[in-house]
């Protein structure tokens, strides 16, 4: 028996609506999972943190290392630029990224992301009205009394990037930017009281 033209129309429409529907949720997925591994690199730089803080490393060296670990979920690369390059390596590549981050946890280059200092600005030709704050990592150490070292790493307003795409007036989700904050907090025994002198 033929279909008519009807019931084709109507399959096809159940189609693209169940296609659209099954993209809604990959892209809620797709959030979800980049919004946990930013989770689960913070918690591993807060870690980092305290235990370079606790074997008696210096604060810029710290601060440092718990940037390094972060890279991953701190959006683009601002400095150097992806399109410069002095060791004549494209510096988009893996290569070229992981060597200037050698270079940077030994102080020999100077890195920035632009989720490290607040440089992803949502600018005007991309959206009209969007008010969203930008995006600050921030780490803090201390020695605490009771002979442990904490360690609190953050992102202020880490950014929704699909939610941005889809959505870069945040017209919809038009609360979502102002509250995001990704934290960790770690402990560990403070070594470096035991050789080091104050």
Same mark, same amino acid.
């Given at each position: 028996m033929?279909?008519?033209?009807?019931?084709?129309?109507?399959?096809?429409?159940?189609?693209?609506?169940?296609?659209l529907l099954l993209c809604l949720i990959l892209m809620g997925l797709l959030q979800l999972f980049h919004?946990?591994?930013?989770?689960?690199?913070?918690?591993?730089?807060?870690?980092?943190?305290?235990? $370079?803080? +606790?074997?008696?490393? =210096? #604060?810029?060296?710290?601060?440092r290392a718990g940037k390094a670990l972060v890279v991953a979920a701190s959006g683009p690369r601002s400095y150097p630029e992806e399109n410069t390059s002095d060791e004549?390596? $494209?510096? +988009?590549?893996?290569? =070229? #990224?992981?060597?200037?981050?050698?270079?940077?946890?030994?102080g020999e280059r100077w890195l920035e992301y632009q989720y490290w200092s607040g440089q992803n600005e949502?600018?005007?030709?991309?959206? $009209?009205?969007?008010?969203?704050?930008?995006?600050?990592?921030?780490?803090?150490?201390?020695?605490?009394?009771?002979?442990?070292?904490?360690?609190?790493?953050f992102f202020t307003n880490y950014p929704f990037p699909i939610f941005d795409l889809m959505d870069p007036d945040r017209v919809w989700f038009e609360?979502?930017?102002?509250?995001?904050?990704i934290n960790a907090t770690s402990e560990v025994a403070d070594y470096s009281i035991f050789y080091l002198e104050e």
């Open positions: 033929r279909k008519s033209y009807r019931e084709c129309g109507q399959t096809i429409l159940e189609s693209t609506l169940s296609m919004l946990y591994v930013a989770q689960m690199l913070t918690d591993f730089s807060a870690f980092y943190t305290a235990r $370079s803080r +606790s074997v008696g490393f =210096a #604060d810029y060296i710290v601060e004549g390596v $494209s510096s +988009s590549s893996t290569s =070229a #990224d992981e060597m200037m981050l050698h270079e940077y946890l030994s949502y600018g005007s030709e991309w959206s $009209s009205r969007a008010e969203v704050s930008n995006t600050y990592f921030t780490q803090e150490s201390s020695s605490l009394n009771n002979g442990l070292v904490e360690s609190t790493v609360g979502t930017g102002e509250n995001t904050l």
